[in-house]
């Protein structure tokens, strides 16, 4: 479940349910133009073209910094990758209660930390007292947690659960299955210091409850989660965080699957632990 959706969010989790409005046609303006063999064979070339200029493109991108050739070009400098490259910097090895922790004291770190951290703010596990209690002590700093707690509890109340079709617990039905899927595409630094950082995240996501008969069908959803990060304890831990819709990509034609297929795909494909 995505942060601030059904009503408005403010910092540290008023929250609700996302749902992104699709646009229902075309934006590029119509079905596709056909041709007989003579503009096929023209197609073929030109997209082996394309195929040939793109890998050439990502070559020359992964080259790395070169300053004699900028210089011999005279055309400035290309276009860096850092904002995309991996760091080649491997993700923690260690957890608390299933959360990734002892994140890197370093600009790298606390990207990798808010990339997981956004996981588990957005997960199904929030919605669940017992685990909210312990989400709140691994992830924030502790002079918030208390506040935080609170927050939360009135938040994801009983009342707040039963629209969404969950219990006091937040658990779904018999039959039911509550989806809260998030994925982080990419993460940007605004501010750094040894003590604190502000980092964003690009996150997609699937949240609904599937179900044959469900009234809240998972459905998929693009946000950014801004993270105020503190070192504190040895690690990143987050002081406050908030959430705004998009950047979000035209929709595909994706036939959408079944609640079966999507309650079985919860089940059976694990998570993982990001890193810069």
Request: charged share 20%; hydrophobic share 35%; aromatic share 8%.
């Amino acid at each position: 479940m995505s942060l601030g959706d059904e009503q408005g969010y403010t910092d540290y989790g008023d929250t609700g349910h996302t749902r992104t409005r699709l646009p229902e046609n075309d934006p590029y303006g119509g079905a596709p133009r056909r041709g007989g063999r003579r503009s096929s064979s023209r197609s073929l070339v030109t997209v082996v073209g394309v195929v040939v200029l793109l890998i050439a493109a990502i070559a020359f991108a992964n080259r790395g910094d070169d300053s004699s050739a900028d210089s011999s070009t005279g055309k400035g400098a290309r276009p860096q990758t850092a904002s995309t490259a991996a760091s080649g910097t491997r993700p923690v090895d260690t957890k608390a209660n299933g959360i990734p922790s002892g994140f890197a004291h370093s600009q790298q770190g606390a990207q990798s930390a808010a990339a997981n951290y956004s996981v588990v703010l957005v997960s199904a596990d929030i919605l669940r007292p017992a685990e909210r209690s312990e989400i709140i002590r691994q992830v924030f700093a502790a002079d918030q947690q208390a506040a935080l707690t609170d927050k939360f509890n009135k938040a994801y109340s009983k009342q707040f659960l039963s629209n969404i079709g969950l219990d006091a617990n937040g658990n779904a039905p018999t039959g039911h299955t509550y989806v809260s899927r998030t994925a982080p595409l990419g993460t940007k630094t605004t501010s750094y210091s040894d003590a604190a950082a502000t980092v964003e995240v690009w996150c997609t996501g699937v949240f609904g409850t599937a179900g044959a008969d469900s009234t809240n069908p998972v459905t998929s959803d693009w946000f950014t989660m801004t993270l105020q990060l503190r070192w504190s304890d040895g690690d990143w831990k987050v002081d406050s965080f908030s959430q705004k819709d998009g950047p979000a990509p035209v929709p595909g034609d994706n036939k959408a699957s079944s609640a079966d297929q999507m309650a079985k795909a919860v089940e059976e494909y694990g998570g993982f632990t990001y890193a810069r």
